[in-house]
């Protein structure tokens, strides 16, 4: 939030959506990593189609974010479910992957029936990506808090439009900048997308670890404090 302070643009939502969106995009994750192999395996309109799933879903997320933020972050059993989901869900994934590493079999997109339909996929995952719904009502929260962002005018329209392009726009940076090193390297990532989604995943089961090891410590001192 303090990096937003220094470099967020006021009265401009639509850029303000673009760079909170953009930042969120970029770094490595599991949908950019597919994102990246759709890209290799069947070319840029693909990868269009399944960003533009990830996107419609991220509208109807920021629509309903935008509304019940303050609502969201105060249900601690719901987010605790989203947390414990998303746990068993990177967790589930990353078995299955370490299940298949030293095998001949190397994971393709080719060998999902989903990966036909690059738009549905995109819907799917994203539709599964509950992290999404604390990580947006606490930027929300912070917007309206430092009226950054008017929740009674169209700002917040103006916002999601921004969100959108940055979410469309980051993806295909790391699409296409992903494309570039392997080609140039002359690396064929499906010989490695075994390991790299095992590590990817078991990665980010140990992150949502780590940040529900957090939160019941704070509310653990929180508690000591009060009964002080």
Known sequence: MKL???????????????LISLMGSLPLGYINVIGLQILLEQGNWATVSFISGIVFIEFFVLKAVSFGAKWLVEQK?????????T??????????????????KNFSLS???????????????????????????????YLFRTKKLDPH?????????????????????FAHTGKYFLVENKIEISKYLNPIFAALFL???????TK?????????????????
């Open 77 to 85: 059993k719901l987010l605790l479910f989203i947390d414990v989901f």
């Open 203 to 209: 990665f980010l089961a140990g992150i949502q670890i």
């Open 153 to 173: 005018c169209h700002d917040n329209s103006i916002f999601i439009m921004g969100a959108m392009i940055g979410t469309l726009a980051g993806m295909l940076i």
């Open 87 to 104: 746990i068993a869900f990177f967790t589930g994934i990353a078995v299955y992957f370490i299940s298949n590493i030293g095998n001949d």
């Open 4 to 18: 937003l302070d220094k470099i967020a643009p006021k009265k401009n939502p639509l850029l303000l959506g673009i």
């Open 212 to 228: 529900v090891y957090v939160k019941h410590q704070k509310t653990k001192n929180t508690q000591t404090i009060s009964n002080n």
């Open 111 to 141: 060998q999902l029936q989903l990966a036909q339909f690059p738009f549905i996929l995109g819907l799917l995952l994203n539709s599964l990506n509950f992290i999404q719904w604390p990580y947006w009502s606490g930027i929300y929260i």
